[in-house]
């Protein structure tokens, strides 16, 4: 029944930033990796960014230079921080947490205007 809590989602002009959170409404633990996806109207859903629990970091190569994921291991929170927002960033993110079970946020919405 723990379910991933997203926030930071809205509506920006291109070049703007956000910042999403995530933090699970109960205690998940072990917590492995830690990561984003977003996926676009008519599109398949596609990795943003991922953290494991020792830091290791890995990104799309379409947010690299752009997009900084992180995580506060003692709060269980992964943050994405957006800047230089495109229209084509545009989608639905959804965060995930990999644990002994495998976690899905229900998405916030992103909306990049020109």
């Known amino acids: 029944q723990v379910q991933l809590v997203e926030s930071g989602g809205g509506l920006v002009q291109a070049g703007g930033s956000l910042r999403l959170s995530c933090t699970p409404s109960g205690i998940i633990f072990p917590i492995n990796t830690m990561g984003w996806y977003r996926q676009a109207p008519g599109k398949q859903r596609e990795l943003v960014g991922t953290?494991?629990?020792?830091?290791?970091?890995g990104y799309a190569d379409s947010v690299k230079g752009r997009f900084t994921i992180s995580r506060d291991n003692a709060r269980n929170t992964v943050y994405l921080q957006m800047n230089s927002l495109k229209p084509e960033d545009t989608a639905v993110y959804y965060c995930r947490i990999t644990s002994t079970l495998d976690y899905w946020g229900k998405g916030t919405l992103v909306t990049v205007s020109s």
């Open positions: 953290i494991t629990r020792d830091g290791i970091i």
